[in-house]
């Protein structure tokens, strides 16, 4: 089956840390990504992992292990503009390329 | 660079009614996706066109179908709407040879049938 897991809701205060957790089973996986929605607004995207591994970039770091079917994005010195949903998204292998299959979004709340 | 752009913004229509949704790809995609998202969900995919035929699609009823043009812009239609059918109605562009395959997504049209 297909089953992609995050957290419903995550509240951290402005300046903190906050790690969002995503598991996932899926029939094949080539690639993870994350993307930030605002509401109201499109998604955009964060980042995307292939390898096993930690990617930084800026204040945001995602790590993906592929064995265990697990993914997480990190979010430091949080601002307030972070507030947002954050999705996690997979592709599947083979001739699926572009297929995004989507969790339900973890949607922060960063609090002064 | 103009990125994705999506008509109309908002729409309401009435059940059993039949909708056409627009997509314009970011300059250079040649490959348009289109999600369905239903309020606090994540985006669910339902269909991909490349080269002007659906190449991918996911678990969605023929009341959805789409078309894509030489330009590589896109529709999506809906027949026989249901109440069921209102979310936001996202297209994602990408470039097929593009190694990250990374998408980018327009900002919507809200569709509500009443």
């Known amino acids: 089956g297909q089953n992609i897991d995050q957290p419903t809701e995550m509240t951290a205060t402005e300046g903190a840390i906050v790690q969002i957790n995503c598991t996932y089973q899926?029939?094949?996986?080539?690639?993870l990504f994350w993307y930030q929605q605002h509401a109201g607004e499109a998604p955009t995207f964060l980042s995307y992992n292939v390898l096993d591994g930690l990617e930084e970039k800026g204040r945001f770091s995602s790590f993906l292990s592929r064995s265990k079917g697990y993914s997480y994005l990190l979010l430091k010195e949080l601002q307030m503009k972070d507030s947002a949903s954050y999705l996690c998204a997979v592709t599947p292998g083979g001739g699926s390329w572009g297929k995004l299959q989507f969790g339900a979004g973890t949607q922060v709340v960063v609090t002064p | 660079d103009a990125g994705v752009t999506q008509s109309p913004t908002h729409l309401i229509k009435t059940r059993g009614q039949q909708v056409t949704l627009r997509c314009s790809p970011k300059?250079?995609?040649?490959?348009v996706s289109w999600y369905q998202q239903a309020l606090g969900q994540g985006p669910q995919f339902i269909f991909q066109y490349y080269e002007e035929e659906e190449r991918q699609r996911g678990n969605f009823p023929d009341r959805f179908s789409g078309h894509q043009f030489p330009n590589y812009s896109s529709e999506l239609n809906v027949n026989a709407l249901l109440l069921g059918d209102s979310a936001l109605y996202l297209c994602?562009?990408?470039?097929?040879?593009?190694?990250?395959?990374?998408?980018?997504f327009g900002p919507g049209t809200r569709l509500t049938v009443t």
């Open positions: 300059s250079g995609h040649d490959t």
């Open positions: 994602a562009s990408s470039f097929e040879n593009r190694a990250s395959y990374e998408q980018y």
């Open positions: 899926t029939s094949g996986f080539n690639g």
